[in-house]
Nanobody, 121 residues
Framework: VQLQASGGGLVQAGGSLRLSCAAT???????TAWFRQAPGKAREGVAC????????YYKDAVLGRFTISRDNIKNMVYLQMNMLKPEDTATYYC????????????????WGQGTQVTVSS
């Protein structure tokens, strides 16, 4: 399966963006997630959603501001980002894998190419 992320851009602090991840095949994976990587920093998990029951998990820093969702018919996964902060600036990646966890990128076998999100203060 190939994943393609889109929807990034430049936004002022407090603004919103919606990221989209399109899959070329059915997302027959237990988990689809969003990770992000800022310059000079390790890639970190932001949110994931289970394909089994739709349960979601979030990084503490984005809880209450970001919402992950999926459309199984369209093979799409979304990340709605509200109340954006400058520290949210990073390249965002979507990923698919079999472990419903965002503790490590190694849990995910398939990755999109990334979309840049820049939040100005």
């Amino acid at each position: 399966v190939q994943l393609q992320a889109s929807g990034g851009g430049l936004v002022q602090a407090g603004g919103s963006l919606r990221l989209s991840c399109a899959a070329t095949a059915t997302l027959n994976y237990r988990s689809t997630a969003w990770f992000r990587q800022a310059p000079g920093k390790a890639r970190e998990g932001v949110a994931c959603i289970s394909s089994e029951d739709g349960s979601t998990y979030y990084k503490d820093a984005v809880l209450g501001r970001f919402t992950i969702s999926r459309d199984n018919i369209k093979n799409m996964v979304y990340l709605q980002m509200n109340m954006l902060k400058p520290e949210d600036t990073a390249t965002y990646y979507c990923a698919a894998g079999q472990v419903i966890d965002i503790a490590s990128p190694s849990f995910y076998a398939y990755w999109g190419q990334g979309t840049q999100v820049t939040v100005s203060s």
